[in-house]
């Protein structure tokens, strides 16, 4: 039996405790760092722009005069690509997670798609502003409208999407699949009728969060030619537009002739912020709905 000296064997634990404290105390500072940067941002812009924020500031259209101008034209406009994007994103998302789960056979073609999926995941986003760029606006001749740029954004969130619903279907059990195919039901109805349902938390929670990014985007907007200037309100998808983001960029970029267009851009951003977490919020709602009922 070897012998084991005990002053070696507390020196260790000693040591490993140290390193573990350590961690902890780096971890939490690190955290605490992170809450205090946040802190300050909320606290600077709603110090800044609150009081800006009246009714007159929503309902008003844009305007070179800052004491006139508003973001009804911008949040309409951000109402109109989320209609663009929303059912793409679903269909196209959820329709390719099924098939990569449910259907395609494993093998090299099954994982080369995944593999690009995943790195999809993590391009710039202004290279997808390039691709709708080049695809949308000059290809098909779209022009800067919102389907134009609607398409775009459920490009960039497209991968997030599809990840998030490949993940919700794979944790379904597979004996709810079993006793589906033992009751005679086809793949097709056990995917629809008790695959999805129990899927359906995961999936929107994914798709949400994915609508969360899109809504907050610039800069594929920028490079497909967004403007922010006086234009009409838009009424439809082929209209032109502008978007809650836009409008802080811009407004940011004149502050530095103007000086009220900073507070206007504070104003934009608690919107734009309260929308996120609105947005958030009821994902976090239907995921513990969803999860109750199945």
Known sequence: MKYVNPEQVQKKMNSRLMTNNLAKTLFFLS???GLIVLVVLFYRVISQGMGWIDLG?????LSTDPERAGIMGAILGTLWLMAVVAPITMLLGVGTAIYLEEYAKKGRLQAFIQTNISNLAGVPSIVFGILGLTVFVRTFELGAIILAGGMTMSLLVLPVVVVASQEAIRAVPQFLRE???GMGATKWQTIKNVVLPAALPGILTGVILALSRAIGETAPLVVIGIPALLIPLPEGVLDKFTVLPMQIYYWTID????DEYANLA???????????FIMN?????????FQRRF
């Open 31 to 33: 955290t605490i760092f």
């Open 255 to 258: 502050a530095a002739l103007v």
């Open 57 to 61: 500031f929503l309902t008003n259209k």
């Open 179 to 181: 006793a589906s195919y």
């Open 266 to 276: 504070a104003a934009t951003i608690v919107i734009l912020l309260l929308v996120l």
């Open 281 to 289: 919020s009821i994902a976090v709602i239907i995921r513990n709905k």
